[in-house]
């Protein structure tokens, strides 16, 4: 059982922000989902990693505010689905800017494009 089991069986439709309220409130079964997804994530980006080789990994929106419960099996899964050495170099981070950075990051860009900087 979930704390948004009633939500769900009321027909009710159940949102991000639903999801990280269950985290705080400490849902075993959602916190159980939100390491699955950290797992999945962790698995994509070990590829991206291998590929690309960055120094670091941000990660931001909605999702990074459950923070440890997201980035503990994201580490994990990094950890065991890159190669060593190229691992060791990449930092992964929780974005300071939250839900702003893309609309931020998006209005820099303009900016800078605007004033002919790019």
């Known amino acids: 059982s979930s704390v948004l089991s009633e939500k769900h069986q009321r027909g009710e439709e159940i949102t991000l922000d639903d999801i990280i309220s269950a985290v705080k409130e400490e849902d075993v079964l959602v916190i159980?989902?939100?390491?699955?997804?950290?797992?999945?994530?962790?698995?994509?980006?070990?590829?991206?990693i291998n590929l690309f080789n960055p120094e670091l990994v941000v990660i931001g929106g909605k999702m990074a505010k459950v923070e440890d419960y997201l980035m503990l099996p994201l580490k994990s899964a990094v950890q065991k689905h890159s190669l060593n050495m190229i691992n060791k170099d990449t930092k992964i981070k929780l974005a300071k800017l939250g839900e702003k950075g893309g609309s931020i990051g998006v209005c820099m860009l303009s900016r800078s494009k605007l004033l002919g900087l790019l």
Do not use: K, M, N, P
Not at 32 to 48: D, F, M, N
């Open 32 to 48: 159980e989902v939100i390491e699955q997804i950290g797992s999945t994530l962790g698995r994509a980006i070990a590829g991206l």
